[in-house]
């Protein structure tokens, strides 16, 4: 059985945090510290849909989700929640918002 491009995507995140064995530059980092390289990310997505980048927007996109999953890894070791606390929630929300469209299946 293969993992999914999701899970393979969360273990990637648990290594480079992995106090023993991780990237020192992943390993230092706080919630505080990449907010600048998110606020980058969320420009990089702009500029690539300005510029009519389709190819460019996918890489950027990527990027933006690193930073959600690099947030969600720093939560979990704190035990605040996870990334699937983060797509729960958002879940909830829409189905909130737009109720007479979606249905929460079981």
């Not at 999701?6 to 990637?12: K, Y």
């Not at 460019?56 to 990334?83: H, R």
Request: glycine fraction near 4%.
């Amino acid at each position: 059985m293969t993992k999914s491009a999701m899970a393979q995507l969360l273990e990637i995140m648990q290594q480079l945090r992995d106090p023993q064995t991780g990237c020192p530059w992943d390993i230092k980092q706080t919630f505080e510290s990449i907010v600048p390289h998110t606020l980058e990310e969320a420009y990089e997505v702009a500029d690539a849909i300005e510029k009519g980048d389709l190819a460019g927007l996918k890489s950027e996109l990527g990027d933006l989700l690193f930073q959600v999953i690099f947030y969600s890894q720093l939560a979990k070791e704190q035990q605040l929640f996870d990334f699937n606390d983060v797509v729960n929630t958002l879940n909830e929300k829409l189905v909130r918002r737009h109720p007479m469209f979606l249905v929460m299946r079981q």
